[in-house]
């Protein structure tokens, strides 16, 4: 028998359950992919749609399906990911970034993108056992997309399956969790971190800078968002990421942040100058730890807050601390 979970490196309590509820034919309704970004989970759930939608199936048709899926035009498989707004039309993360368009807020699963799983549910499936959707980053829901969402999964249909990804369960509202069977997703150990990154072709990752595994923690997507991020940040803002030391320094820096990197940009800076700035507190280099400082900012930008003015206040917080060290 093909083992279809044989690209998923890892996760193997995820897979066992899984499989059982394919072999036993106990397909649940609804299922909630929990664990951090980068570590398989969306790779998973296709998986697990292959080898369902393949039971019973000839070797031949099986291919067929495997390549609908895997090109994302399977007729009974909804994929919903975060959207921006841009002039009237909704844009992916990766179609935002294509069409050049200037992202100034999180993308997020609207109320319209509900409305369109309650329709593509409403029929019934066209060539497998039932229709799936599965919605990424589950988290980003809008207030009235989740409350949308949970009628849906109140009465999802007997042929239908929901598969929603996010890093925990608490990221989502309770009643949402309490429809969904959980399957927790780990992060990867170092050898199998290698592995991931070979298989992708991402394999010069690990000779990279060492703050890039340190910040992955684990998450192969994560280390290749991390060298992707890092190579979209010019050299010369980079020269310049050290703590600011006066006033000056911190104030020309949060302007250079503000007017040459996106809102996603900015927010993986955060992670990357968490662990920049505490190397340089473990040097004595930083009387008290800045971490507090940083924190806040990824939290600020989130809430919409003006980037600059975030920078600006954070980095200046910081450059006291260097005086302090002075």
């Known amino acids: 028998m093909t083992?279809?979970?044989?690209?998923?490196?890892?996760?193997q309590q995820a897979v066992e359950l899984l499989t059982q509820a394919i072999n036993r034919q106990r397909i649940a309704p609804a299922y909630l992919f929990m664990g951090a970004n980068g570590i398989g989970r969306s790779l998973a759930a296709r998986c697990f749609i292959e080898?369902?939608?393949?039971?019973?199936?000839?070797?031949?048709?099986?291919?067929?399906?495997?390549?609908?899926?895997?090109?994302?035009?399977?007729?009974?498989?909804?994929?919903?990911?975060?959207?921006?707004?841009?002039?009237?039309?909704?844009?992916?993360a990766t179609e935002a970034v294509t069409a050049g368009v200037k992202r100034k807020a999180p993308p997020i699963i609207r109320t319209e993108q509900i409305r369109e799983i309650?329709?593509?549910?409403?029929?019934s499936p066209l060539a497998a056992p039932r229709n799936v959707v599965v919605l990424e980053?589950?988290?980003?829901?809008?207030?009235?997309?989740?409350?949308?969402l949970l009628k849906t999964l109140e009465e999802p249909g007997e042929l239908a399956t929901l598969i929603l990804i996010a890093p925990t369960g608490e990221s989502l509202l309770p009643t949402l969790v309490s429809r969904c069977q959980r399957i927790p997703f780990y992060r990867l150990d170092s050898v199998q971190m290698a592995r991931v990154l070979a298989q992708t072709g991402h394999q010069e990752i690990l000779n990279l800078s060492p703050a890039l595994l340190a910040i992955a923690q684990g998450?192969?997507?994560?280390?290749?968002a991390a060298s992707l991020?890092?190579?979209?940040?010019?050299?010369?803002?980079?020269?310049?990421?050290?703590?600011?030391?006066?006033?000056?320094?911190?104030?020309?820096?949060a302007r250079a942040i503000d007017k040459t990197l996106d809102l996603e940009t900015q927010l993986w800076l955060v992670d990357y100058l968490q662990h920049a700035y505490w190397e340089q507190f473990l040097l004595g280099k930083?009387?008290?730890?800045?971490?507090?400082?940083?924190?806040?900012?990824?939290?600020?930008?989130?809430?919409?807050?003006?980037?600059?003015?975030?920078?600006?206040?954070?980095?200046?917080?910081?450059?006291?601390l260097c005086a302090l060290s002075g």
Do not use: M
């Open 137 to 148: 980053d589950a988290q980003t829901l809008a207030e009235s997309a989740a409350n949308a």
């Open 219 to 224: 998450s192969p997507g994560d280390a290749i």
């Open 118 to 123: 309650s329709q593509f549910l409403s029929r």
């Open 3 to 11: 083992n279809f979970f044989a690209p998923l490196i890892g996760q």
């Open 51 to 92: 080898q369902f939608f393949c039971v019973d199936v000839p070797i031949e048709e099986q291919q067929q399906i495997q390549q609908r899926l895997q090109l994302g035009n399977h007729p009974d498989v909804l994929w919903v990911k975060p959207t921006y707004l841009h002039q009237g039309q909704r844009l992916t």
């Open 229 to 253: 991020q890092l190579k979209a940040i010019p050299e010369q803002l980079l020269a310049v990421l050290t703590p600011p030391k006066s006033l000056r320094e911190a104030l020309e820096l």
């Open 286 to 320: 930083i009387p008290r730890s800045p971490l507090p400082h940083l924190e806040k900012v990824k939290k600020f930008l989130l809430c919409y807050a003006q980037p600059r003015l975030v920078w600006e206040v954070t980095l200046l917080q910081i450059s006291q």
